[in-house]
């Protein structure tokens, strides 16, 4: 019954390249979407979000779209660059609890 | 600001015993989190406080495990009797709350406990 699923354990991308991660959600009725990043040894930490009510969002290198009729959420980031190799959480938020319910989390390598 | 501190980084132990994992939140927030992460289910809520008070426990795998937050700078997790499958990587994360319609709470996770059970 998860509420949040990224269905790509890892992607292997060039240097320069273009990095898409999925995720997919079954409930409509979240306020937010957000990614996280994770490196070895280290907390996840915040990178990008996404309002509900929005369909895309910018952030330097990194882009997150929303198609809220499929429930689906992706991250784009152009250009791959070899520091961008981590793992990367997708997140639902509900404004009414407070709370985030994370996916599985997809392995990034970018090769040099 | 230290960020969120947990403790113990590393922690090995033998099947039965009792593992208590602990968590010092950022100053000022208001919200804790306790997450697991493990490669099947990813990061997985286990249970979320709000000034002190217990929200959701639904995400508790079982009775074995509970937690408290005695005030708003500490917080524990304990696991007793632990078993293997226990073993995963507890992270702890704080963050304070946005009004509805003003954002998502940004979690700040702390370094995570690492815990093997044998």
């Known amino acids: 019954d998860q509420q949040v699923k990224q269905n790509s354990p890892s992607l292997s991308v060039q240097e320069g390249r273009i990095s898409i991660l999925n995720c997919d959600y079954t409930?409509?009725?979240?306020?937010?979407f957000l990614w996280y990043k994770k490196y070895p040894a280290e907390g996840p930490t915040f990178l990008i979000s996404?309002?509900?009510?929005?369909d895309k969002n910018e952030d330097g290198r990194f882009t997150v779209f929303l198609n809220k009729s499929a429930k689906h959420l992706s991250l784009h980031i152009v250009p791959s660059q070899p520091g961008d190799s981590a793992v990367y959480f997708c997140a639902v938020y509900s404004g009414n609890t407070g709370k985030l319910i994370f996916g599985q989390g997809t392995t990034l390598q970018v090769k040099p | 600001d230290a960020g969120v501190i947990q403790s113990p980084r590393h922690e090995v132990t033998e099947m039965g015993q009792e593992v208590t994992l602990r968590c010092k939140p950022i100053s000022g927030h208001d919200y804790l989190f306790w997450y697991r992460q493990t490669m099947m289910r990813g990061l997985e809520l286990l249970i979320y406080f709000n000034n002190n008070v217990p929200i959701d426990d639904s995400g508790m795998p079982e009775d074995r495990f509970s937690a408290k937050m005695p005030n708003a700078s500490f917080s524990t997790l304990k696991i007793q009797p632990s078993e293997p499958r226990d073993s995963a990587v507890y992270f702890c994360?704080?963050?304070?709350?946005?009004?509805?319609?003003?954002?998502?709470?940004?979690?700040?996770f702390g370094a995570g406990s690492r815990l093997t059970v044998l």
């Open positions: 409930n409509s009725m979240f306020d937010y």
């Open positions: 994360a704080s963050s304070w709350r946005r009004a509805r319609g003003s954002g998502a709470n940004v979690l700040t």
């Open positions: 996404i309002s509900s009510i929005k």
